[in-house]
């Protein structure tokens, strides 16, 4: 069966799917965040987008809005902190191969410096769920946020255990770029003259004259070896975390670098689009343009769109946000910066590859590769 008649080389069908979508508005009188206007609907959206174009089902979706009608209706869940956590926990099917995988939030997300950074960045991000409490400060106490870290251990670990998974997530929220602690960001910029710099040096002097001499290593123990590199390192320049910590990921730096090795060993995949990178606030537009609308609409266009695909469509949707908060603010004299779309994955991709099932991919005899 042919999901879609204008683009039949996708063939969903044949894996097990799962999604998990959070939008949050925090427009409840007793919240203390401030209300944003379009997360409720992107991810009705998004729900929307994976019934009808991709084949999803009511029970593969799982979705958390904080919209009364459907709570009350029993078609999503309120968006707390106990909800979402207990979701995450049981959002990947641990041992289970060949699955598909689609996490989107749009909401609140926010950091702090860490105690002990282990981190490239230092910085600790954390979603702020529908009941997160606040000081009078509108300092969030930590009992009430769910950290990066518990979103790594709960979905990225899992994925590392099995083989041919792919998991395709959307952060749009500021301070996104490494909620999820993926490795890999720098290597994947495209459109600037720092990232033509480095895609050039990796494809004509890594790849081309590095990798040959050491691909036996760098296939099956690419990650390995530089995170041991890495380890040593920081074992000798940060202070050790306490047994009872939630483990973090290794301290490995993306350079912008990394060689696209062949995934002979078809480790499962994951690719984030973020609204910024780490560092970065973003702003919520006036005109219903958002990052996720953006998205969604280039798979409800183009089912096969590509990870560079979504990376010019991310980079064209924050222009217009900017531009638009500009002629909103900047004739009030405020200053505002231009915050950058991020996409992470766990490992080095290839930007022709699919955003949405690159393992189903029907490709007729003797048609070339994509």
Not at 303 to 322: C, E, F, M, Q
Request: proline share 7%; with cysteine; hydrophobic share 35%.
């Amino acid at each position: 069966m042919m999901l879609h008649p204008s683009h039949p080389n996708i063939f969903p069908l044949a894996r097990q799917r799962k999604a998990l979508l959070l939008g949050i508005n925090y427009d409840d009188s007793n919240s203390t965040m401030i209300p944003l206007r379009y997360p409720q609907r992107d991810a009705k959206e998004m729900r929307q987008l994976l019934k009808e174009t991709f084949g999803f089902h009511d029970e593969d979706i799982i979705v958390l809005i904080d919209d009364e009608a459907e709570v009350e209706a029993g078609t999503s869940l309120l968006p707390t902190r106990e909800n979402i956590m207990r979701e995450v926990s049981g959002f990947i099917n641990r041992g289970q191969d060949n699955m598909d995988y689609v996490l989107f939030y749009s909401g609140h997300v926010n950091q702090h410096c860490e105690k002990n950074p282990v981190k490239e960045d230092w910085l600790q991000a954390f979603i702020i769920p529908v009941n997160t409490k606040s000081d009078k400060y509108g300092e969030c106490f930590p009992d009430s946020v769910i950290y990066d870290e518990f979103l790594h251990k709960s979905i990225i670990v899992p994925l590392e255990e099995t083989k041919g998974c792919h998991l395709f997530a959307v952060i749009d929220a500021p301070y996104s770029g490494t909620l999820l602690n993926l490795r890999h960001h720098r290597c994947n910029r495209i459109g600037t003259v720092t990232s033509a710099v480095r895609h050039a040096c990796r494809c004509y002097i890594v790849e081309d004259l590095v990798v040959p001499f050491y691909k036996d290593v760098l296939v099956s123990t690419y990650d390995d070896v530089l995170t041991s590199i890495y380890d040593a390192f920081f074992q000798k320049t940060t202070p050790q975390l306490p047994e009872a910590e939630t483990p973090r990921p290794s301290p490995f730096r993306c350079n912008g670098f990394c060689p696209r090795v062949p995934n002979s060993s078809r480790k499962s995949t994951v690719i984030c689009v973020s609204a910024s990178k780490s560092s970065e606030v973003t702003l919520e537009g006036h005109n219903f343009d958002t990052l996720s609308s953006a998205i969604i609409k280039l798979l409800e266009k183009n089912p096969n769109a590509s990870i560079k695909d979504a990376i010019y469509t991310a980079r064209g949707a924050v222009k217009r946000l900017h531009q638009g908060a500009l002629n909103a603010l900047g004739s009030l004299g405020f200053q505002i910066a231009l915050w950058n779309p991020q996409l992470a994955s766990n490992y080095p991709v290839d930007h022709n590859t699919m955003l949405m099932y690159p393992e189903t991919r029907h490709q007729e005899p003797g048609q070339p590769d994509v």
